[in-house]
């Protein structure tokens, strides 16, 4: 299987999980009929991913700052699959422990998640489509929407 090819299987998964989330955020907003009873850690995933999504936008679209080296032209950086998939299983990760109890599952799922996140960030360079900085600067905004995630989560269960 081609690396391009594995690194978009990953991305899918990880939206899924995203979708997963979503799914039981509306789930809960519709049964509790009240959005100010979804759980906070549901809650949490809307400003990190829609800063992600404003993210990709700029950096597509507005402000070009490297192009792929595989001599497309296609903007490269930040490499949107490694900022994907890192920010959506960082936060999956925080968030976990709130709806799974079973401390060696937990272990398991973000080993896998780590994984993945590695798996796609080197998969980008091997099939040409980053550069290494491309890379980088993904897991570095994939770190900061998780440390937002972080912020709002804490800072609203502090105060309940």
Do not use: C
């Not at 690194?7 to 049964?31: E, H, K, P, R, S």
């Not at 100010?36 to 400003?47: N, Q, R, S, Y």
């Not at 272990?107 to 780590?114: E, G, N, R, S």
Request: charge should be positive; charged fraction near 15%.
């Amino acid at each position: 299987m081609q690396w391009a090819k594995v690194t978009d299987i990953i991305l899918f998964t990880a939206i899924l999980v995203l979708l997963v989330f979503v799914g039981f955020g509306l789930y809960q907003w519709a049964t509790r009929r009240s959005l100010a009873k979804v759980d906070k850690a549901l809650l949490g995933f809307i400003p990190p991913i829609l800063i992600m999504m404003a993210t990709y936008f700029i950096f597509d679209k507005l402000l070009i700052l490297n192009v792929r080296p595989d001599g497309s032209g296609d903007p490269s950086f930040p490499s949107s699959h490694v900022m994907v998939v890192a920010t959506i299983f960082f936060i999956t990760m925080l968030a976990l422990p709130k709806y799974l109890k079973q401390k060696s599952l937990i272990v398991i799922l973000d080993a896998l998640m780590l994984l993945m996140v590695t798996l796609v960030s080197v998969g980008r360079v091997l099939a040409n489509m980053h550069w290494v900085s491309d890379v980088v600067a993904g897991l570095i905004f994939a770190a900061i929407f998780t440390v937002i995630y972080y912020l709002i989560t804490k800072t609203r269960s502090s105060h309940e």
